[in-house]
T-cell receptor, first 115, second 116 residues
Framework: AQTVTQSQPEMSVQEAETVTLSCTYD???????LFWYKQPPSRQMILVIR??????QNATENRFSVNFQKAAKSFSLKISDSQLGDTAMYFC????????????FGQGTRLTINP | DAGVIQSPRHEVTEMGQEVTLRCKPI?????LFWYRQTMMRGLELLIY????????DSGMPEDRFSAKMPNASFSTLKIQPSEPRDSAVYFC??????????????FGEGSRLTVL
């Protein structure tokens, strides 16, 4: 079974700083998707960024980028020039392409951006 | 596009009562997922459907929980009888399974259930 581990329960940085959230996962599959979801206080889950495992290039979405290390099964999220609106819970998630296509989540990291 | 729509947004009920949560997925999405979120266990997948057919319900806690998807635009999650430990936020999500957004889940705003 796939597992996703986020080792940082909470993080806090100053506005405009760069922050990196860690995620590791375990799977025997070769092709899969990885995601970072953001859950603000409004509680709706919002997709931040997506990575296909067969793509070597790291995904980037504006201030958000990932460092995908397939061999190490690591998938960290970097937020550059952090903003107050980035304050939220961040969840790393895995979805296999073959077989059961269900999203498996990590426990989440609570990120606070301080003014 | 209205997104995934869930109702009710909040539900407070007493132990032993029946609870029904509702979900309307995004039109054209052919997979639907029910998740439960609690502080202790995080986000847990309860059940998911492909083309209205339940594929994996191994996450359903016990027989008190049941889910249906009678058509492509509607699903329900029912708890009968409800217990205090069922208190959680229940999320519905849908997925197109094809095209540029394949693999991405689109979530509703969740239904917060409190069982007294």
């Amino acid at each position: 079974a796939q597992t996703v581990t986020q080792s940082q329960p909470e993080m806090s940085v100053q506005e405009a700083e760069t922050v990196t959230l860690s995620c590791t996962y375990d799977t025997s599959e070769n092709n899969y998707y990885l995601f970072w979801y953001k859950q603000p206080p409004s509680r709706q889950m919002i997709l931040v960024i997506r990575q296909e495992a067969y793509k070597q290039q790291n995904a980037t979405e504006n201030r958000f980028s990932v460092n995908f290390q397939k061999a190490a099964k690591s998938f960290s999220l970097k937020i550059s020039d952090s903003q107050l609106g980035d304050t939220a819970m961040y969840f790393c998630a895995f979805m296999g392409i073959q077989g059961a296509q269900k999203l498996v989540f990590g426990q989440g990291t609570r990120l606070t951006i301080n003014p | 596009d209205a997104g995934v729509i869930q109702s009710p947004r909040h539900e407070v009920t007493e132990m032993g009562q029946e609870v029904t949560l509702r979900c309307k997925p995004i039109s054209g999405h052919n997979s639907l997922f029910w998740y439960r979120q609690t502080m202790m266990r995080g986000l847990e997948l309860l059940i998911y459907f492909n083309n209205n057919v339940p594929i994996d319900d191994s996450g359903m806690p016990e027989d008190r929980f049941s889910a249906k998807m009678p058509n492509a635009s509607f699903s329900t999650l029912k708890i009968q009888p409800s217990e205090p430990r069922d208190s959680a936020v229940y999320f519905c999500a849908s997925n197109p399974r094809a095209g540029g957004s394949a693999g991405e889940l689109f979530f509703g705003e969740g239904s917060r259930l409190t069982v007294l």
